[in-house]
């Protein structure tokens, strides 16, 4: 579940009702990632004014992190409703290599090592 106990589904259709609204509808799937791209660079352009050696102008608007990666979730449910994939099978399958194929790729923490047993 995500924000305000929303699924990804409810995610997706929450965005497709929204982009059904319009007779333009969904944009290309290429249109879509050169919009992924470009909500990418802002979202690098937000953290590094926050976490690189890059401040901010005075004259620079206020953005936060969260509203960027909030642009690039919206684009990029666009694009999966775009295409019919069901984000949550996408990430069911990727948890599923992720837990199999590289699942001794990382050091783990050891049980009881940060106080909990």
Same mark, same amino acid.
Not at 23 to 36: C, H, V
Not at 82 to 106: C, G, P, Y
């Given at each position: 579940? $995500?924000?305000?106990? *929303? =699924?990804?589904?409810?995610?997706? !259709?929450? #965005?497709?009702?929204?982009? =059904?609204?319009? *007779?333009?509808?969904?944009?290309?799937? $290429?249109?879509?990632?050169?919009?992924?791209? %470009?909500?990418?660079? %802002?979202?690098? +352009?937000?953290? @590094?004014?926050?976490?690189?050696?890059?401040? !901010? *102008?005075?004259?620079?608007? !206020?953005?936060?992190?969260?509203?960027?990666?909030?642009?690039?979730? /919206? #684009?990029?449910?666009?694009?999966?409703?775009?295409?019919?994939?069901?984000? %949550?099978?996408?990430?069911?399958? #990727?948890?599923? *290599? /992720?837990?199999? +194929?590289?699942?001794?790729?990382?050091? +783990?923490?050891?049980?009881? =090592? @940060?106080? @909990?047993?």
């Amino acid at each position: 579940m $995500l924000s305000d106990g *929303k =699924s990804m589904k409810e995610l997706q !259709k929450e #965005v497709d009702t929204y982009i =059904s609204q319009f *007779k333009e509808g969904y944009f290309s799937p $290429l249109a879509m990632l050169a919009r992924l791209t %470009e909500e990418l660079g %802002e979202l690098a +352009r937000e953290i @590094n004014h926050y976490y690189g050696e890059k401040p !901010k *102008k005075d004259t620079e608007t !206020k953005k936060e992190i969260d509203e960027e990666l909030g642009d690039m979730l /919206f #684009v990029l449910i666009c694009l999966a409703n775009s295409l019919n994939i069901d984000l %949550e099978q996408a990430h069911d399958a #990727v948890m599923e *290599k /992720f837990n199999t +194929r590289d699942k001794n790729r990382w050091t +783990r923490i050891e049980q009881g =090592s @940060n106080g @909990n047993e």
